[in-house]
């Protein structure tokens, strides 16, 4: 529906309707878009969970804008004393009800239903992801999330990136993938792709000490990237 509007987005820079409110409020398009994200949870996931590196007496994750929450479950699978917290908006989190019961984690996975910037989101958790979120925001807002999320892990807690990222790419199909899917971004919700050096400037300016870049193999044109508090 937004496609057409394409040019006209492009000259104005405005958007005919919000996305994520039209997905929402559109019966069944919701729980479409979040299984359609679970193919890629269901390929990657296994693979972050090796590559984050949780300590085996981790307990605590929050998963911020988690939809279906299969990342937040493989963790739980992999690391038996952790307890995860999901935050996303009500029409996401279905999915992510009927995903979290079919596993038997109800206990030990919270789904809440809050926005983002109004949850509390602790202040001793092990690891936060921030998977597919930031390239909905410009450079300034990703700095004030970093830095929430920073505020919010104990010394030596994890945040944990995983998104689209511009540049250093092998392969004219995964640049070009890349490109596209940052002009998507742009034209449906104002988002964007950032390059590693903006990932690396974001997390050092929020205080984690060190960070490393994962690329995956399963899924060309994006990387995962681990900071440390």
């Known amino acids: ?27 069944g398009l919701s729980d479409a878009h979040q299984r359609m994200m ?30 279906h929450g299969m990342f937040s479950i493989l963790f739980c ?17 279905q999915t992510a ?8 984690l109800d206990i030990r996975v919270k789904l809440e239903a809050d926005d983002l910037w109004q ?15 930031l390239h909905h925001y410009n450079l300034d807002t990703c700095r004030e999330l970093l830095l929430k999320a920073h505020a919010a892990l104990k010394p030596g807690g994890k945040v944990a ?13 995964a640049k070009a993938f890349v490109r596209l899917v940052s002009l998507m971004y742009y034209l449906f ?20 000490q060190r960070h490393h870049f994962h690329p995956l193999r399963q899924a060309p044109g994006s990387s995962l990237i681990v900071g440390v508090k």
């Open 38 to 67: 679970m193919g890629n949870a269901n390929v990657t996931g296994p693979d972050i969970v090796k590559k984050v590196a949780l300590p085996d007496d981790a307990t605590r994750l929050l998963d911020v804008g988690g939809g």
């Open 77 to 93: 699978l992999a690391h038996p004393w952790l307890q995860a917290t999901i935050i996303d908006d009500e029409a996401a989190l």
């Open 1 to 27: 529906d937004l496609w057409p509007h394409g040019p006209e987005i492009i000259r104005s820079g405005e958007r005919p309707f919000n996305f994520y409110e039209y997905t929402a409020a559109t019966p």
């Open 97 to 104: 009800r009927e995903n979290v019961a079919a596993h038997g």
């Open 119 to 133: 949850a509390n989101w602790g202040q001793d958790n092990d690891l936060i992801l921030l998977f597919n979120l």
């Open 189 to 208: 919700a104002d988002g964007r792709a950032f390059t590693r050096k903006d990932l690396a400037d974001l997390l050092n300016a929020a205080g984690f």
């Open 161 to 173: 990136i995983f998104d689209q990222v511009e540049g250093n790419i092998s392969g004219s199909a």
